[in-house]
């Protein structure tokens, strides 16, 4: 059985593509602990048709950031949903100003997570990644395919490409993450919260994370 962390506030922080929802999913598994993913909660809204994902799109599929306040409005809003449990964020704050925003809200981070990945690893990851639009499930034609060819495991249906895997919308994420996210790095070293980890294949990665969490995070039990 999972062993269950009773307070804990991560943040994963990492390119498009570094592992970033992976992480998520597997410290999920083993410490019980869900994530506030801000990509999957604008696809979402983006499947569903509403006005949020209508007024996302454009900037998504052009591989752009959306707007901070935007965003933080959305993120805020799940987080207050969620209670005191602890929640790993895959994706917020990935600004500054968002990083501010958190701060203001008094919305206390224990750590950062930092994954470090080199960029032609990222490339080659994104290129061969396709997903199962209703569910998030990541696949990777390379290292994680599905069972059967361009279908999901678990219903069987067609798997996607995401809009902003194709290569022009990479390149422009790329330079947004350089640009906008990066300066994170040094913002939360500077407050002693950031740990980096670094590596090319998500499951030598994870047996680091996973003792980071187990001892670091607050007491398990
Ligand atoms: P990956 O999922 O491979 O790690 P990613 O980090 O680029 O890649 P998501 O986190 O799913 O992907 O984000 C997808 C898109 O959603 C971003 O390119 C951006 O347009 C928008 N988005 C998500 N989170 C934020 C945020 N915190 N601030 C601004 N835009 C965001
Ligand atoms: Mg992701």
Redo the contacts with the bound molecule.
Sequence with gaps: MAARVPVSRLALLGA??SG???M?HKIRLHFGITSV?S??LLRDHIYRRTEIGHRARSYIVAGRLVPDDFITHLVMRELQQRGDDGWVL??FPRTLPQAHALECERVRLDAVLCLDVPADTIRQRLSSRWIHARSGR?YNTHFNPPRNAGRDDVTGEPLVQRLDDRPDAVVARLREYRERTQPLVTHFASRGLLHTFAGTETNKVWPEIHAFISSHVRSLG
Excluded: I, Q
Aim: charged residues 25%.
């Design positions: 498009p593509g970033k929802g992976t998520a993913a990509g999957e895959d994706g990541v």
